[in-house]
C-alpha cells in the first residue's frame, strides 16, 4: 500500500507497452521545489509502494541540498538477467516512450538498479530532450558515476562532522562498509587527507588492521582478486563484523539496515557518515544521538550524487561538480550539526524539520 500524506505522492503514473509486455511507473511524490528527480530501476520485483518511498526519501534530499528538485523515482518491472540486450532496449523504449507525458517537465530520469549510461541515451533520444534525465554517456553532456561525486561528497561530510566533533581528522581512525562506488572513492579521499584506515569491508568480509590498510593496495586486490578479504594481512572477520571493530569513524556504504538497536552498547565509533541509504532505523539513531555519537544522515552526507546530476541537468562540466559537491555538502552538513546542537535534538530530526519547511515554504497544496 502506498502511504499517502501531507505531502504527496503528488501523481502516480502507470505505463504498459502491450506489445513487449512491458510494465512500468514513475512516483513524483513533490514537486513544488521543480521536477520530480530520482532514478529508475529495472527489478522483477520492484512495486509502486518501494518507488514511492525512496521518491519521498528524493522529497528531502534534493530540499537539503537546495537543489530545484521535487523527488520522485520510477520502476520498470523486468529481470535483465533474462532478457536479450535487444529486448532490454525495448523495454527502456517502450518506458520512455510512456514517460513522455511527464518528461522533461515533471520528472528527470537517472539510472538506478540495472540501469547506466546506455539506457539514458536511449530515454532522453526518445524523449527528445538531455533534460530528460542525467546519468547520460558524455558524449551527450553526461557526467560519468565513476568519478565518485558521492564519496567525494562524504569525505566533506566527514571532514565537518569532525571538526564538529573536535576530532583531528588526521589523528582519526576510520572504517568503511562496503567497496563499491561509494566505499572505494570515501576510502580514497580520507586516507589522502590524512586519517587511517583500519577495516573495509564488502559482500566477502572484512578486513582489519590497527596498523592501517594501504588504499593503492587494497584496490588492486579488490579489481584483481575481487575481494578486499584477499589483501594478505590483518585480520579477515564476517561482513558483519564491520560495526564492532575498533575505529573512531565508520562510515556506511553498503547495506541497509546493518545496524540495529542491539548493536548500539557495543559499537566503539565516536562519528557515523550514512553513505548508504537506511543503514538504520530512526529509532536507533536517536540511541546513539542518547550516547553521544554523531551520526550524520544519509540523506544530508549522501547527496553528492543527486549534486553532480543536477550539475549535469544545467549544462555544467565536471569541475563545477567538484566545486558544488564540495561546497553544497560542507555548507548543509554544518548548518544541519549546528542547529541540531543549538537544539538539543539529533542531526536527522534537525534535518528533516529543516526538509520539511523548505518544502512547504513552497507548497501551496501540502498539509502539515
Ligand atoms: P556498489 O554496488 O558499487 O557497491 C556496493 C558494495 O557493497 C560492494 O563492494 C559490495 O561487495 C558491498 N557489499 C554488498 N553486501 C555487503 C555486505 N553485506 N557487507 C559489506 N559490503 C557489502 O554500490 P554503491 O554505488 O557504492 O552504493 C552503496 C550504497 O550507497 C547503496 O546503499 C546505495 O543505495 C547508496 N548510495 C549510492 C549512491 C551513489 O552515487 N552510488 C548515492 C547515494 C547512496
Keep these: 500500500m502506498v502511504t499517502y500524506d501531507g505531502f504527496g505522492p503528488e501523481k502516480i503514473v502507470e505505463i504498459y507497452h502491450p506489445k513487449s509486455g512491458m510494465r ?26 518501494e518507488v514511492s518511498r525512496l521518491a519521498r526519501a528524493m522529497t528531502w534530499k534534493n530540499a537539503i541540498a537546495e537543489l530545484p528538485f521535487g523527488g520522485g523515482k520510477a520502476g520498470i518491472i523486468a529481470d535483465d538477467k533474462d532478457m536479450s ?30 540501469m547506466a549510461e546506455e539506457e539514458m541515451r536511449i530515454y532522453a533520444t526518445v524523449i527528445g530532450s538531455k533534460k530528460a534525465c542525467t546519468g547520460k554517456p558524455k558524449d551527450m553532456g553526461g557526467i560519468p558515476h565513476e568519478l565518485g561525486s558521492t564519496g567525494f561528497g562524504l569525505y566533506h561530510a566527514t571532514k565537518v562532522a569532525c571538526k564538529h566533533y573536535g576530532l583531528d581528522l588526521k589523528k582519526a ?32 568480509g572484512v578486513i582489519y588492521s590497527d596498523k592501517g590498510l594501504n ?39 553498503a547495506i541497509p539496515d546493518l545496524i540495529n538497536a542491539g548493536d548500539v552498547d557495543e559499537m566503539k565509533f565516536k562519528i557515523i557518515i550514512e553513505g548508504s541509504n537506511i543503514p538504520m532505523v530512526q529509532e536507533v ?73 523548505r518544502v512547504l515554504a513552497k507548497c501551496d497544496i501540502c498539509r502539515i
Design 24 to 49: 512500468g511507473f514513475v512516483v513524483l511524490d513533490n514537486l513544488s521545489l521543480g521536477p520530480a528527480k530520482g532514478g529508475v530501476r529495472m527489478t522483477p520485483s520492484v512495486t509502486v509502494e
Design 85 to 114: 540486450a535487444k529486448e532490454k532496449e525495448e523495454f527502456v523504449r517502450a518506458f520512455a516512450e510512456g514517460m513522455k507525458i511527464v518528461s522533461p517537465h515533471l520528472y528527470v530520469s537517472a539510472p538506478d538498479m540495472n
Design 173 to 204: 581512525t576510520f572504517a568503511v562498509e562496503g567497496f563499491g562506488n561509494v566505499g572505494w572513492f570515501v576510502a580514497k579521499y580520507l586516507t589522502e587527507a590524512g586519517a587511517k584506515l583500519v577495516a573495509v569491508s564488502d559482500s566477502r
Design 285 to 357: 539513531e536517536e540511541l546513539f544521538h542518547k550516547k553521544g555519537v554523531l551520526v550524520v544522515p544519509d540523506f544530508v552526507a549522501n547527496a553528492g550524487g543527486v549534486i553532480s546530476s543536477y550539475v549535469e541537468y544545467i549544462g555544467k562540466k565536471e569541475k563545477d561538480m567538484w566545486k558544488m559537491v564540495e561546497e553544497k555538502i560542507t555548507k548543509n552538513t554544518k548548518m544541519v550539526l549546528d542547529l541540531a546542537k543549538k537544539n538539543k535534538v539529533s542531526p536527522r530530526e534537525c534535518a528533516m524539520n529543516i526538509a520539511k519547511e
Design 215 to 253: 588504499f593503492a593496495k587494497l584496490a588492486k586486490v579488490k579489481q584483481e582478486k575481487g575481494t578486499v578479504t584477499a589483501y594478505g594481512e590483518g585480520k579477515v572477520l564476517p561482513s558483519m563484523e564491520i560495526k564492532k571493530v575498533k575505529a573512531d569513524i565508520l562510515v556506511t556504504a
